[in-house]
Nanobody, 117 residues
Framework: QVQLVESGGGLVQTGGSLRLSCAASGSIFSINTMHWYRQAPGKQRELVARITGGARIKYADSVKGRFTISRDNAKNTVYLQMNSLEPEDTAVYYC???????????WGQGTQVTVSS
């Protein structure tokens, strides 16, 4: 089993920045890819960004140029730096992880990000 704990969410004004962190513990040897997803009220959960063990990165088109995903393998932690935040970025952000690029096996509890206009 893998445990994922997110932190760093909060309330920010339009144009502001937040940095999310997700610390993994447990059977971390089973993890290759770490992901950030988000779910806004009334919408489906969507991929924000993912990063593989080899540092291949994918972003959703809506966040390209504004968000940056990174990972510190020594700390078993993945980060999401979010800049130029917009009200449309308001959502619960979830960290996820697994052995493959798709269909992550493990999920965190989520952290709320609210962007006020």
């Amino acid at each position: 089993q893998v445990q994922l704990v997110e932190s760093g969410g909060g309330l920010v004004q339009t144009g502001g920045s937040l940095r999310l962190s997700c610390a993994a513990s447990g059977s971390i040897f089973s993890i290759n890819t770490m992901h950030w997803y988000r779910q806004a009220p009334g919408k489906q959960r969507e991929l924000v960004a993912r990063i593989t063990g080899g540092a291949r990165i994918k972003y959703a088109d809506s966040v390209k140029g504004r968000f940056t995903i990174s990972r510190d393998n020594a700390k078993n932690t993945v980060y999401l730096q979010m800049n130029s935040l917009e009200p449309e970025d308001t959502a619960v952000y979830y960290c996820a992880a697994g052995p493959f690029d798709y269909s992550p096996q493990y999920w965190g509890q989520g952290t709320q990000v609210t962007v006020s206009s």
